[in-house]
């Protein structure tokens, strides 16, 4: 099993900042890949950010058009932690942020993607709300 606590979110102005951190636990080796991923009211959940982790290989990180430029994933092997740094934060990127892993790159990437539905990836965290106001 593996265990995903996020922490990190709160309320924000628009053009502001937040860093989300997303620490593994559990059988770590099941989260080859890891993902950021958002919910807002109403909408289905959508991709934001993906990174391979897997100790043998540091993949590219992988981003929705929507927040390339604004927004940074990263990782800290030693602290089995996952990062989302979201600068020029906007009103719309208000929701629930969701940390997910699987082993398996290509189930994380189809879901970022909209290929698979959320359920293709093995593992969630329980998710921090992010909320930026005008």
């Known amino acids: 099993q593996v265990q995903l606590q996020e922490s990190g979110g709160g309320s924000v102005q628009a053009g502001g900042s937040l860093r989300l951190s997303c620490v593994v636990s559990?059988?770590?080796?099941?989260?080859?890949?890891m993902g950021w991923f958002r919910q807002a009211p109403g909408k289905e959940r959508e991709g934001v950010a993906t990174?391979?982790?897997?100790?043998?290989?540091?993949?590219?990180?992988v981003y929705i058009d929507s927040v390339k430029g604004r927004f940074t994933i990263s990782q800290d092997k030693a602290k089995n932690t996952i990062y989302l740094q979201m600068n020029d934060l906007k009103p719309e990127d208000t929701a629930m942020y969701y940390c997910?892993?699987?082993?398996?790159?290509?189930?994380?990437?189809?879901?970022?993607?909209?290929?698979?539905?959320?359920?293709?990836?093995?593992?969630w965290g329980q998710g921090t709300q992010v909320t930026v106001s005008s």
């Open positions: 997910a892993a699987d082993s398996r790159r290509g189930n994380v990437l189809g879901v970022l993607s909209g290929e698979f539905s959320p359920g293709r990836i093995s593992y």
């Open positions: 559990g059988y770590t080796y099941s989260a080859a890949c």
């Open positions: 990174i391979y982790v897997d100790s043998g290989y540091s993949g590219i990180p």
